[in-house]
């Protein structure tokens, strides 16, 4: 079964619309965090924004925030006011375990492409 | 925030030659890096983990001899892929943690492409 599910291979949203991007996670873990990454055309691994199993309140960081819902292992990533630069390749990625506290690798989802309209 | 280094970010090499692609930790120490693989249009796949001053850890299916793993210093890994065919053309990306924190760094990545 796949880790981290991100149902939505393509999304088009409007210029200074809100949109949502999905993503559901699959762990017995109890300790556990969840990133969202953007990957330009570039390449680049562009941090966005974490949020720890045992963090009580969605994590925010401007104009990106992170609808968690433990009790569904979802953690969808909500863009406010979209932008044209933020057209890119979004994915969403979660840490196991306590051994994050050095090490720890990162399991990644197949990834949404954002594409915003003029 | 924390920087990773990543070079080259683009080579192409004949077939049977062998690439090396560094991935340094630029203010802080790496006990840890982790090698990524990337197919067009397609998830981060992870490769291996690379300990500092220690054999890797390598993920089921990888070759350990095809995908030689050194970290030689506490911010620097590299990656070489040896005797290299057309198959081997992915995007390779590395990353590293500070010990504290939760957010790992990316280096910019390396498009190989083996003609």
């Known amino acids: 079964a796949q880790k981290i599910t991100q149902t939505q291979p393509g999304m088009f949203v409007q210029e200074k619309e809100a949109v949502t991007l999905d993503c559901t996670y699959d762990?017995?873990?109890?300790?556990?965090?969840l990133f969202w990454y953007k990957q330009p055309s570039s390449g680049e691994m562009i941090f966005l924004i974490y949020q720890g199993s045992y963090d009580q309140q969605n994590a925010t960081e401007g104009r990106y925030s992170l609808n968690f819902q433990k009790a569904r292992k979802s953690a969808n990533l909500v863009i406010s006011a979209s932008q044209l630069g933020d057209s890119a390749m979004y994915f969403c990625a979660m840490r196991e375990g306590r051994s994050w506290g050095s090490q720890g690798n990162l399991i990644f989802g197949k990834g949404t492409k954002l594409s915003v309209k003029p | 925030g924390a920087v990773v280094s990543q070079h080259p970010s683009r080579v192409i090499c004949k077939s049977g030659t062998s690439v090396k692609i560094e991935c340094r930790s630029l203010?802080?120490?790496?006990?840890?890096m982790f090698w990524y693989r990337q197919f067009p249009k397609k998830s981060l796949m992870l490769m291996a983990t690379s300990n500092e001053g220690s054999k890797a850890t390598y993920e089921q299916g990888v070759e350990k001899d095809k995908f030689l793993i050194n970290h030689a210093s506490l911010t620097l890994s590299t990656l070489t892929v040896t005797s290299a065919h057309p198959e081997d053309s992915s995007f390779y990306i590395c990353?590293?943690?500070?010990?504290?924190?939760?957010?790992?760094?990316f280096g910019q990545g390396t498009r190989l492409t083996v003609v």
């Open positions: 762990t017995s873990d109890p300790s556990y965090g």
């Open positions: 203010d802080f120490q790496a006990t840890t």
């Open positions: 990353s590293a943690k500070p010990p504290a924190g939760t957010e790992a760094f």
